[in-house]
């Protein structure tokens, strides 16, 4: 098939590159030259492993292509993704101008009958409105093509975006003509040989399926991080409790690790966004807010905690903590609505100051920082404990699971560590002579 995916970032150049993988002829149009002209030298501008080798095989192949023209990706193509972004606006609602942009465009360009997939994470009505910006322009130009608009949200981690693509636990499609439901499961036959993952359903229901998944999500780790608050103040251990209540498989393990908050691009602006979605259509989202709102608590509770620690020694300001981990979880160089960022804040304005390391996230921490005196990113994991007062751990990157401990407290001016992840165990921490601090239970 001849594919245009619109929009190079994270979800359009995972799913270009998968779907050229499976020999479709894809071109990928981004309005930005420079990210157009390295994906043509051959290098991309995201991090996800995997990603790179299998762009350059396509590309190699001759399968896969980048331009800026939206009118030479989509003149061929059998089918249109629309892959931009979608960004929170001041309110929490998703901003669409990207979208309605590239929907405009598709009906001035195309020259067949087509397919346009909204792959984009966009609110309960949007595929119907980008059809009507598509048929308007085909009205302005007089020419009679059809087109289906169809909703086929992602589910993509990063991280794991490649093998969530290769293979799904579903695809989603939403649409009500049989004639691009069988488009695009021939499309995906390929990544779902076991037909019954492609799930076809309205596209109302589609679009709010994306926001169901991520909000429920996101509710299972505010409601663990909830519990395991509660398990702090009355002597219980959060990860006894975590795999107590995981062995029923109607509530399963996966999704309630405590940490120090959820973060990252989809949930933190999905929560927001389905919020606003269910106050325009007059409900109150009384769980969602909730949900919001614990997360928002749980971003700051291990700077509480480092707060409480150092209150008995005139406070933290003048301090120093050593930090490993700066992005919103492990295996990404992404920050935003990292609880890092969260967390630095609150403690640089009481003046404490923070020594950084993260393995791939530290170029986009030193800009977040730039303006922050009290923040320094360096370049070695063990440098962040040189003199330091503490260690806090708050990204669950693998070289910090097994550390040289004995190395660490020597660095340190006395053996303390706040865990944010639930990394270690506290009974060894004993062993090694720290003061242990970890989500979800009672301090050490
Ligand atoms: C998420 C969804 O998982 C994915 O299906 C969707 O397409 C995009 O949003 P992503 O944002 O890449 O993916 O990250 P994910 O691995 O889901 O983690 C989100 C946040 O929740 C991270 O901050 C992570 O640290 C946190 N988390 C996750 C927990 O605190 N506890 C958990 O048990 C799981």
Known sequence: MKLCIIGTGYVG??????????????TCVDVNPAVVEKLNAGSVHIFEPGLEPMVRHSRADGRLTFTTKLEDGIAQADCAFICVGT??????????????????????????????????????????????????????????LHVDVVSNPEFLKEGDAISDFMKPDRVVIGTDSEKAATVMRELYAPFARNRDKIIVMGVRSAEMTKYAANCMLATKISFINEIATICERVGADVRDVRTGIGSDSRIGYQFIYPGVGYGGSCFPKDVKALIRT???????????????????RQKKHMASRVEEYFAPQGGVAGKTLAMWGLAFKANTDDMREAAAITIINEL??????????????????RSIFADNKLVEIVEDQYDTCQGAQGLMVVTEWNQFRNP?????????????????????????????????????????
């Open 278 to 296: 269910a106050e325009n259509a007059g409900v109150r989202p009384e769980l969602l807010n909730a949900v919001e709102a614990v997360n928002a």
């Open 348 to 365: 640089t304005s009481k003046g404490m100051k923070i020594r950084a390391f993260d393995p791939v996230a530290a170029d986009n921490a």
């Open 87 to 144: 960004p929170p606006q001041p309110d929490g609602s998703c901003d669409l101008s990207f979208v309605r942009q590239v929907a405009s465009e598709i009906g001035q360009y195309m020259q067949k009958d087509m397919v346009v997939v909204d792959k984009s994470t966009v609110p309960v009505g949007t595929a119907d409105e980008v059809r009507g910006l598509i048929e308007k322009e085909l009205t302005k130009r007089g020419v009679n």
């Open 13 to 26: 150049l995972v799913s270009a590159a998968c779907f050229a993988e499976m020999g479709n002829t894809v």
């Open 404 to 444: 040289d401990f004995a190395r660490v407290r020597s660095l340190l001016t006395a053996p303390l560590l706040f865990d944010g992840r639930n990394l270690y165990s506290p009974s060894s921490m004993a062993d090694h002579g720290f003061a242990y601090f970890c989500i979800g239970r009672a301090n050490a």
